[in-house]
């Protein structure tokens, strides 16, 4: 199984200051053939469900503020929150979903005010 | 627009079965790959089980040879058999829509919640 590890495991930023999330993979999750990195990032606010992000490591989930934006190749990925705003309150979670499952989540984060 | 509606969560007694389903509306079942996954309390996400569009089935380490992930074409759910369930498997258990046949998950339910405990 790939493990996926997060860090940190919790960070406190103030409003409109910049949240990074880190996510490191045991095995790289970009496939040669089409040069996409198989990792996704969700927010699960306090009581709700999760909300997909980012996938393809960079790529925006439709409706989801530019305030958020993804990086990286391979084994090292981050998720950063350019300008925090009170509704981003939440646990974010990496997950890998290259090749056949099982697919794996990292930890989580969470990031408060 | 899509909606995934899970139910029959309940507390149920270590070595019980439990049954959930999870009805879809504004997509079809069998024309994407769909999963089961859990959070127990207070920890991370946890991926549990898949069904293909093509209709094979893929399990967690930990749930393989008790849980049994089905679907129903004609009412468009998803279903998870639960057999000699055990107190780890105490969790909200959401089902997903996958958006790629692979593992991305674009739509969650809002979760069952199943205790086991005695």
């Known amino acids: 199984d790939i493990v996926m590890t997060q860090s940190p495991e919790s960070l406190a930023v103030s409003l409109g200051e910049r949240a990074t999330i880190n996510c490191k993979s045991g095995?790289?999750?970009?496939?040669?053939?089409?040069?996409?990195?198989?990792l996704a990032w969700y927010q699960q606010k306090p009581g709700q469900s999760p909300k997909l992000l980012i996938y393809w490591a960079s790529s925006r989930e439709s409706g989801v503020p530019d305030r958020f934006s993804g990086s990286g190749s391979g084994t090292d990925f981050t998720l950063t929150i350019s300008s925090l705003q009170a509704e981003d309150v939440a646990i974010y979670y990496c997950?890998?979903?290259?090749?056949?499952?099982?697919?794996?989540f990292g930890q989580g984060t969470k990031v408060e005010i | 627009d899509v909606q995934l509606v899970e139910s029959g969560g309940a507390l149920v007694q270590p070595g019980g079965s439990l049954r959930l389903s999870c009805a879809a509306s504004g997509f079809t079942v069998s024309d994407t790959y769909m999963s089961w996954l859990r959070q127990a309390p207070g920890k991370g996400l946890e991926w549990v089980s898949v069904i293909y569009a093509g209709g094979s089935t893929y399990y967690a380490d930990f749930v393989k040879g008790r849980f049994t992930i089905s679907r129903d074409n004609s009412k468009n759910t998803l279903s998870l058999q639960m057999n000699r369930l055990v107190i780890e498997d105490t969790a909200v258990y959401y089902c997903?829509?996958?958006?790629?046949?692979?593992?991305?998950?674009?739509?969650w339910g809002q979760g069952t919640l199943v205790t086991v405990s005695s």
């Open positions: 095995r790289s999750l970009l496939y040669s053939s089409n040069n996409k990195n198989y």
């Open positions: 997903a829509k996958d958006r790629l046949s692979g593992g991305l998950f674009d739509y």
């Open positions: 997950q890998q979903y290259y090749s056949t499952p099982p697919w794996t």
